[in-house]
């Protein structure tokens, strides 16, 4: 299965300011996700990023809020905007394990940014 | 829409005994289903999958899940808990080909020694 690594694993942040995170997978991949976890919570869904076109977000979410880039079939960017301390979380990055073949329909996660805005 | 609920927070079981997580799904289509356990600190971990053939699903960690397709359900199941098994556990569904992986709320799974 597909192996991502994300970083940074964890920031404390200013509010007003923005983070970007990086997920770098070491196989071409279709789709990648990025969900976040808050405190104590499950994961939610922020958006499905596609190569070549705009990610597509999930209700509560904004481009504007929360930026995604898709370069290339290995890379995408998720970046926390104008952040304020609700938006401490987790933010995980994940793929269909398979890659663009039909694959076995896993998916992997990539470890997580502990993000904490102060 | 598709939504997945988990409706036990906590789960308490003895060391040896056998253990139960609870899982009903919602999905149009076929449902393509998934246990993940994270633990303190940690990521989240692959634990099985169900997307077609035998209802019982066999995956890590000798933990076990059965497809009801009748009752919408993907009980995480085994037969002789740890106490390395407490952590959180999430159902997730999926209904095929790419489609977004939905989480349900999660279960912290306490077994006492």
């Known amino acids: 299965s597909a192996v991502i690594s994300q970083k940074p694993s964890r920031d404390i942040c200013q509010r007003g300011t923005s983070l970007t995170i990086q997920c770098q997978v070491d196989s071409q991949v279709t789709m990648m996700f990025w969900y976040r976890q808050q405190p104590g919570q499950s994961l939610t869904l922020i958006a499905t990023a596609n190569q070549g076109s705009e990610a597509t977000y999930e209700s509560g979410f904004v481009i504007d809020k929360f930026p995604i880039s898709r370069p290339n079939l290995t890379f995408s960017t998720l970046t926390v905007s104008n952040m304020s301390p609700e938006d401490s979380s987790i933010y995980l990055c994940?793929?269909?394990?398979?890659?663009?073949?039909?694959?076995?329909?896993?998916?992997?996660f990539g470890s997580g940014t502990r993000l904490t805005v102060v | 829409a598709q939504s997945v609920a988990q409706p036990e927070d906590q789960v308490n079981v003895a060391e040896g005994n056998p253990l139960t997580v609870k899982c009903t799904y919602s999905v149009s289509g076929n449902p393509y289903l998934f246990w993940y356990v994270q633990y303190p600190n940690r990521g989240l971990q692959f634990l099985l999958k169900?997307?077609?053939?035998?209802?019982l699903v066999k995956g890590s960690y000798g933990f076990e899940a059965e497809f009801n397709k009748s009752q919408t359900s993907f009980h995480l199941k085994k037969p002789s808990a740890l106490v390395s098994d407490s952590a959180l556990y999430f159902c997730?569904?999926?209904?095929?080909?790419?489609?977004?992986?939905?989480f349900g709320a999660g279960t912290r799974l306490a077994v006492h020694p």
């Open positions: 994940s793929v269909r394990a398979g890659g663009t073949g039909t694959g076995d329909y896993g998916y992997t």
């Open positions: 997730a569904v999926t209904s095929g080909g790419y489609n977004k992986l939905i």
């Open positions: 169900y997307i077609t053939g035998d209802n």
